[in-house]
């Protein structure tokens, strides 16, 4: 029946016209028309430049013990609003999927491109392009912000300091990884509340569970988890207890490859 109906198209995969570029068009011309997503995109801007602003405008430097002025970190406290971006990317990954599944689009998709991972792997290009391109560029927005509200005598942080730089570029790469994270996990539950139930679960319930563990288990455990991963990269000085940011990111990465990869097998072995 599949192929009474379809006839024409289920023909058309080995054609030039269904390769990555083609679907991945189709799948943006999808991202862009939904106006609910642009809405998360310029919450994630507004949350990343805004708490920013709000954190470092209110720091009193000169009242900070020894201690702490020893380990106070400009850079990393102007990306203190990646907690709540993780969620808001999240959120936008899991839509980017479920509203197809919601809807009973997604059938209507794989007709056209019956090649399930190639449907994913776009949506992973489009999803991922436009959170890393709005990531990065809120990153530094909410560097400069944070800089320029920051008041003597707190020392201020320059791009060319060891380290600022890669920090920044990683605080707008992990809006990107979350919603990529979620963008896997969302293709195996197919649910828009479950999925985000999940996402919740990984980023916020997570880190609670492990605090029984006792402090030595807790300081190991503790480097798995994403937003712990987070501190990791967006610190310029060393974090105790924690691994560098270059490992923190290369396993966060590990994250979103497994996640993308799991949620391909979900597509191809289930039914739409």
Known sequence: MTTATFGH???????????????????????????????????????????????????????????????FD???????????VQLLAGILGVVAITAEFSSGM??????????????????AAVLGGVTLVAGEISAFAAYAAGQAVLTAPAPHATLGQPGVL???LMAGAYPAL????????????????????????????LPFLAVPLGPSILNTVQNFLPHVMANSMTAV??????W????????????????????SWALTSRDA
Not at 237 to 242: Q, S, V
Not at 245 to 261: K, Q, R, T
């Open 244 to 263: 560098s940011p270059w490992l923190s990111f290369a396993l966060l990465c590990g994250y979103a490859a497994a996640a993308l990869a799991a949620g």
């Open 9 to 71: 198209r289920a023909a058309a995969p080995g054609r030039s016209g269904y390769g990555f570029r083609t679907v991945a068009r189709m799948e943006w011309q999808k991202f862009r028309t939904i106006r609910s997503t642009w809405y998360m995109v310029a919450a994630v801007a507004a949350s990343m430049i805004g708490l920013a602003v709000l954190v470092l405008s209110h720091e009193n430097y000169a009242h900070l013990s020894a201690a702490d002025r020893a380990a």
């Open 237 to 242: 000085r060393p974090l105790a207890h924690m």
């Open 178 to 205: 979350s919603a990529l994270i979620a963008l896997g996990l969302a293709t195996m539950i197919r649910h828009t509340a479950g999925a985000i139930c999940a996402v919740v679960g990984v980023l916020f319930v």
């Open 166 to 168: 890669r920090a920044v």
């Open 74 to 84: 400009p850079v990393h406290d102007s990306f203190i609003s990646l907690v709540l």
């Open 106 to 123: 997604i059938r209507a998709t794989f007709a056209a491109v019956p090649r399930r991972p190639l449907v994913l792997a776009a949506k």
